[in-house]
């Protein structure tokens, strides 16, 4: 049994390609575990519960923001963007955990977590503004991140609040300020109108569902230095140091065009905006297995239209196994050996730290091998499917196809930009070839086929 929380969305915008990212990993995480024989209990929290913008307990409430910018209530906003949520990651095809748990519904269990660590002398309240934990009464604070906590000034890390008697330590319970007149409140033991703070949220919740001590942890690698440091803190405060987290899975960032996602750059994508460009959401997913989680990734709608012509490829190769693997005959000795060691090969890159670069070249590579028998490519392609997560199965033979004169006209077209390597007026015929109700599909050898979409 493996036991395996993953930082969930905070549902007050849209889903975007960064959070898919981390999302998508986590499922191969999660598949991979499962191939290899482990029953894997996976909690996701989604955090409906509006905390503060700041790593430093302080700004505005996003929750409260997206209601603004959105004109609705705050708990209409977190449906609408937890559902997104969902919704994303079925394109993505990613597997839903066995609990999803929103924070609004734990919030009994995270003020009990509080009213713990009170009692056993970790926490201090700053008046008009909330419980904090006391990180100097935990002598390895910081290990996660390798915090140097003598040489860390106060402001350097997170904003500082007046009352605090250590820059390192963070909110546990925060009140409503006079005026403020939250949408989500809670009645607790130091002010009637109060609300939790963000990094209880996840102790409580995996501890609700998982116990004391969890096996993996997922989220972000800018979750380490504040967020999982914290998490740590107050857990193992509550359990007497004993180890919160055997292993820690960080995810790095998705760049787009080399810059950070940002409003102000107008380059915060989400998958709709995929499907607006007639870009399939399993080009993106193949798109993102191409590099390994703890590497910093650069998107570009270049190296998309890239990943597309491969799934295009791929489905294509797919659709030719399904038509011909059952004419073949029965695999000799040697061709059954060739194939486990594809198996094996592949497997191994995979278990390894989810090495899925070097694992996807392993199939291409098997793909393309014609010592094998065809139903043992197919076969084979669909066991590495099962942690690649490309929904391989659910494709189907095609049909023979008459071609309009219009398509074939943009189809010779494209072919002669193609030859030409004009590759913006080739991806401007494939998109008109959509319009008119077909795909086109790069084959080996340059050459092009159509399916009806």
Known sequence: MVKLYACGPTVYDYTHLGHLRKYVMDDVLVRVLRHAGFEVKFVRNVTDVGHLASDADTGEDKLEKGAKKYGQSVWDIAQTFEDYFHYSMDLMNAVRPN??????????????????????????????????????????????????????????RVEQIEGKKN???????????????????????????????????????????????????????????????????????????????????????????????????????????LLKKDYDPMAFRLLLLGAHYRSEMNFTWKNLEGAQVSWERLQDKVQ????????????????????????????????????????????????GDSELTTEQRYNTLLSFDEVLG???ARIEPTEELEIPREVQRLLDQRQAARAAENWEEADSLRQQINALGYQVIDTDGDQQQVKKL
């Open 99 to 156: 609990i999803t748990a929103r924070a609004t519904d734990s919030v009994p269990y995270q003020l009990d977590l509080v009213k713990k660590l009170e009692e056993k002398g970790f926490t201090y309240v700053i008046p008009d503004d909330g419980v904090y934990f006391d990180t100097s009464k935990l002598a390895d604070y910081g290990k996660l991140a390798k915090l140097d906590l003598e040489g860390l000034q106060a402001g350097a």
């Open 167 to 273: 820059p390192t330590d963070f909110a546990l319970w925060k009140f409503e300020r006079e005026g403020e007149n939250r949408a989500m409140s809670w009645e607790s033991p130091w002010s009637k109108r109060s609300f939790p703070g963000w990094h209880i949220e996840c102790s409580a919740i995996s501890m609700e569902h998982l116990g004391e001590q969890l096996d993996i942890h997922t989220g972000g690698i800018d979750h380490i230095p504040v967020h999982h440091t914290n998490e740590i803190a107050q857990s193992e405060a509550i359990t007497g140091k004993k180890p919160f987290v055997r292993f820690w899975v960080h995810h790095n960032f998705l760049l787009i065009e080399g810059q950070k996602m940002s409003k102000s750059l107008e380059n915060i994508y989400t998958v709709d905006d």
């Open 320 to 367: 030719q196994f399904l038509a011909s693997k059952d004419q073949d005959p029965e695999p000799t000795e040697a061709q059954a050996a060739t194939e486990q060691q594809y198996r094996q090969r592949f497997f191994q890159q995979l278990e390894n730290d989810l090495h899925t670069p070097e694992g996807l070249a392993i199939m291409w590579e098997m793909v």
């Open 390 to 392: 490309l929904g391989l």
